[in-house]
């Protein structure tokens, strides 16, 4: 099984410590190919960046869809291009946001999610939103770094984040955690063995269903809204 990792922004460091992450929640002889756009934002952490990422993002996922890919997993906490990926890849396609708040929904009653900058907490509102996980979702908490600051040992990153998961088990009345941002899967194990609840990184979600998915033998419909893109010329 193949499962291709698309990191929309272009911070190689950051591609490469996602796929590490995927690896370790694969199962044996699942195969992750983990890559990011050469052209586009370095990170994405509002609208436009989210824009501006699509044309990379989706050309990947068409690249991997060519070479044989399984499924597809967006390792961005927005899930960028989602539908768009899903209507020109017939394996299943996931967003990080939508795997982690689905497994979080089922290891606990409520969550909070930690996220970057508090300008991203209005996209990940919308989602919860979508995904009918408004019930699920106590509160969305800001750490006010920037995303490329997860990638700097000498941050204070991890004791922000630690702060504000404590802080939405302390206020939030939640019981397990969703982090906010694909840049922080490594930090996963560590915080929930500290904090002793579930701690979700959608990244590993993703993995964990689109193996299931395949596995079912279960693809993309092409009937409705995710068939094939109609053919046409773009200029």
């Not at 044989?68 to 927005?78: E, M, V």
């Not at 989602?82 to 939508?98: C, Q, T, Y």
């Not at 995303?147 to 700097?152: D, F």
Request: aromatic residues 6%.
């Amino acid at each position: 099984m193949k499962i291709n990792i698309v990191n929309p922004n272009t911070t190689a460091s950051m591609t490469a410590k996602i796929g590490d992450c995927a690896r370790q929640a694969a199962s044996p002889g699942t195969e992750i190919q983990a890559c990011n756009p050469a052209s586009g934002p370095v990170s994405i952490e509002g609208h436009y960046d989210e824009a501006m990422c699509l044309p990379g993002l989706l050309a990947e996922i068409r690249r991997a869809e060519n070479a044989g890919a399984d499924a597809h997993i967006i390792a961005c906490f927005g899930d960028p291009g989602l539908d768009a990926a899903r209507e020109i890849a017939r394996g299943p396609v996931f967003g990080i946001a939508e795997a982690a708040m689905h497994a979080a929904s089922f290891v606990g009653k409520h969550f909070s999610i930690v996220t970057t900058l508090g300008r991203t907490r209005s996209i990940a509102a919308h989602l919860a939103e979508r995904y009918g996980m408004q019930r699920f979702c106590r509160n969305i908490r800001a750490c006010e770094i920037a995303v490329l600051e997860l990638e700097n040992p000498a941050s204070q990153a991890y004791a922000s984040i630690m702060q504000e998961c404590r802080l939405a088990l302390a206020k939030d009345d939640v019981d397990c955690i969703v982090l906010g941002c694909a840049g922080m899967a490594d930090l996963c194990q560590a915080i929930g063995k500290e904090l002793g609840v579930p701690v979700i990184d959608g990244v590993s979600a993703a993995v964990t269903f689109a193996e299931g998915l395949v596995r079912l033998g279960l693809h993309t419909s092409k009937r409705g809204d995710w068939n094939y893109p109609l053919p046409k010329q773009y200029l």
